[in-house]
């Protein structure tokens, strides 16, 4: 062994992280932060077991697999290979006899979809990376009651976990899953804009500190500046993280995680929190998760997209009565322009939900043009306006304007370029009234008749 000192400051490793929201940056993660999570009692192993190693060592998952095994005498069963159907994960996992697993929330998903019984065998499964989903954590303790599940929170500058909620006998089946309280050696605050603690209850920035806080990040001074700052509840000195992440205290103690402060975006003047809109729409019965995003397919014009995955058997729930349900409870400029039903979300090489390979509805709806073609002049005039104006090649006669991606904005266009061709004084919200081809080449056919008149 080389004679060398390595103290628990000491870096241990640099993983890179946010990738896919800008530029990567490689957290400067410490040695005493990887052994804090491979002892943490809720997940410590022991020589009888056998953990699955599905993350690549790119990924902080992996620093999870490898250590929490070789540190506690556990054996560590190499995946073959990268990517696995739910067969291929069963067939992995039965004949290695592997006991404990972490996996990403989409694949954890499309297992439990697929078939639950490829976790049978195992003791215990690690989940999290994305929004975990209630009702597929319930069929598993459900159908699999020897199976510990675990809902693990935590940014890669935090080391793998910041934070776990053990959901077997923890959880009723309704409402979000929380992230839990934190594990050992790990401080955490819920602080406003002022950086003071905010009451249970109400939602704050979670800031983290303790053993598991990277270092900083490589060659990137500035940013490393915003995001580690200063602890004013800890000794001199001392720095904490900034997550980004907005959470809460709830009564008996856990976390509950509310959005991405960068997930906040603003439409025609309206600060919107889209994990609130995405809690709305996974609330809708049937649905088993739920991602919203603010789509921007026609330059300066943006809109609102829910994107849903009906839970496995349930009816494919029908867009407009999802949008109805989210109105039930959120304001009329927080309700999605459109709601796109999938199989299942797609997923980075990772695991996680590729936001960017969420189809836009006009894809999944072929361009608008699979609908009703124009059935006479007036029509085919009017399906060229919205062509024209939504930057679609085509669009259908039953068609809805604002589902296709119009707004207030674009419908003023339209009322605009309908009043030039057809020579027709009409109402600003004669669209909304009016939001199909055929409804509006009507109406602007009566209003042509009654000024002739």
């Known amino acids: 062994a080389p004679e060398v000192t390595v103290r628990p ?46 993350a690549t060592v790119s990924f902080d998952a992996g620093t999870l697999e490898i250590w929490s095994a070789l540190l506690n005498g556990a054996a560590l069963a190499v995946s073959p290979t990268r990517v696995m159907s739910a067969a291929e994960t069963g067939e992995f996992l039965h004949s290695r006899g592997v006991t404990a697993i972490w996996i990403t929330a989409g694949l954890f998903h499309e297992i439990v979809d697929s078939d639950v019984r490829v976790f049978s065998g195992l003791r215990l499964i690690m989940s999290g990376g994305d929004t975990l989903s209630p009702a597929h954590c319930v069929k598993v303790v459900g159908q699999l009651p020897g199976v510990r599940v675990i809902n693990g929170y935590g940014p890669t500058e935090g080391t793998v976990f910041t934070s776990l909620f053990v959901v077997n006998g923890n959880y009723a089946g309704t409402g979000p899953m929380p992230i839990g309280t934190p594990i050992a050696g790990t401080g955490v605050y819920v602080l406003d804009a002022a950086l003071r603690p905010v009451p249970p209850g109400v939602a704050g920035e979670l800031y983290l500190s303790g053993d598991g806080m990277a270092r900083g990040y490589v060659n990137r001074p500035r940013i490393t500046a915003e995001r580690f700052v200063a602890d004013p509840f800890g000794p001199p000195g001392s720095r904490m993280y900034r997550s980004g992440d907005l959470v809460r205290w709830l009564p008996d103690g856990n976390l509950d995680f509310v959005s991405r402060t960068d997930f906040q975006v603003k439409i025609r003047g309206q600060r919107i929190e889209l994990g609130e809109i995405e809690s709305a729409a996974a609330g809708y019965p049937g649905v088993a998760q739920a991602l919203v995003l603010a789509r921007e397919d026609i330059p ?41 039903v999938l199989d299942v979300f797609p997923l980075t090489p990772n695991g996680k939900v590729d936001r960017r390979a969420l189809p836009s509805p006009e894809e999944m709806a072929g361009e608008g043009g699979e609908g009703l073609a124009p059935r006479d002049p007036g029509e085919e005039l009017v399906a060229g306006i919205w062509a024209e104006v939504l930057g679609l090649e085509r669009v259908g006669v039953l ?38 081809v055929a409804d509006l080449a009507s109406a602007v056919e009566s209003q042509v008749l009654a000024e002739l008149e």
């Open 9 to 54: 400051d000491n870096l241990a490793h640099v993983i890179y992280t946010s990738g896919s929201t800008g530029r990567p940056k490689g957290a400067v993660l410490p040695h005493r932060g990887v052994l804090r999570v491979a002892r943490d009692p809720k997940l410590a192993m022991t020589e009888r077991d056998v953990v699955g190693q599905l």
């Open 300 to 340: 300066g014009s943006k809109r609102l997209v829910a994107y849903v995955v009906p839970e496995s058997g349930a009816p494919v729930p029908e867009p407009d009565e999802v949008k109805d349900f989210i109105g039930r409870s959120l304001p009329a400029y927080m309700v999605p322009a459109a709601v796109v």
């Open 399 to 436: 068609d809805n304007f604002f589902d296709l991606g119009g707004d207030s904005i674009l419908s003023i266009q339209v009322i605009s370029r309908v009043r030039e061709v057809f020579a027709v004084d009409l109402p600003a919200r004669t669209l909304f009234d009016n939001p199909t």
